[in-house]
């Protein structure tokens, strides 16, 4: 199967869908992620980068989130313990290099209110899957490597810790972090789609 970017679109789950991130999304994900626990783990730089006003976080995404390279998405909830689907996040699937069959999911952050549900799981369930879908081979997935809590959850999406990769950006107050580099390949994605599964299902199950 030859490897080609997949064309940005909506990605349809049991509880989330992922809409290609608009303009008019905007403000609605800064009063989702907006907030200091959502940058202090190292998000958009780390606290010194959280923008302070609606304006300033537009203003920041036009540069942070590359629509034109990548295909970023927008994650709204719809599992009925809201009104309406309401956003409560975002997440990436960039980094394309198809002659080397890679790609690399991140520039992920969630509403507080969503941390520990399935909206991971399921959000990269459905993005893996349409990686795999058009001939990826490898996705990278990694965090600062002091931020435990993102990297629990990268670890239990079943992907493969590959090793911390020293200096290797710098933070929006000027130090550099160490990144921590995960990896999920095409040989391993049967067992960790069947484990993403289950995990929504168990979610969905005990929500019901």
Avoid at 142 to 152: E, L, P, V, Y
């Amino acid at each position: 199967m030859p490897t080609t970017r997949p064309a940005p679109r909506v990605l349809e789950g049991s509880i989330i869908r992922l809409v290609p991130l608009e303009e008019q999304h905007l403000p609605a994900l800064f009063r989702a992620i907006g907030r200091a626990d959502v940058f202090e783990g190292g998000y958009g730089g780390g606290t010194a980068g959280l923008p302070s006003t609606e304006a300033g976080f537009i203003e920041f995404a036009h540069d942070y989130y590359r629509r034109d390279v990548a295909n970023v998405y927008g994650v709204w909830l719809h599992d009925g313990t809201m009104p309406e689907p309401t956003l409560v996040g975002t997440s990436t699937l960039g980094d394309f290099e198809l002659d080397r069959e890679r790609a690399h999911i991140g520039w992920t952050a969630y509403s507080p209110s969503v941390w520990g549900s399935a909206v991971n799981p399921e959000s990269k369930l459905l993005m893996l899957g349409e990686a795999f879908d058009h001939g990826f081979g490898r996705i990278k997935l990694q965090a600062d490597a002091a931020n435990a809590r993102s990297r629990a959850a990268i670890a239990k999406l079943g992907a493969r810790f590959e090793g911390v990769t020293r200096r290797d950006q710098r933070r929006a107050d000027g130090t550099w972090r160490d990144a921590a580099v995960y990896s999920i390949i095409v040989d391993d994605w049967p067992e960790v789609r069947a484990g993403l599964v289950a995990r929504v299902a168990r979610f969905a199950a005990a929500t019901s």
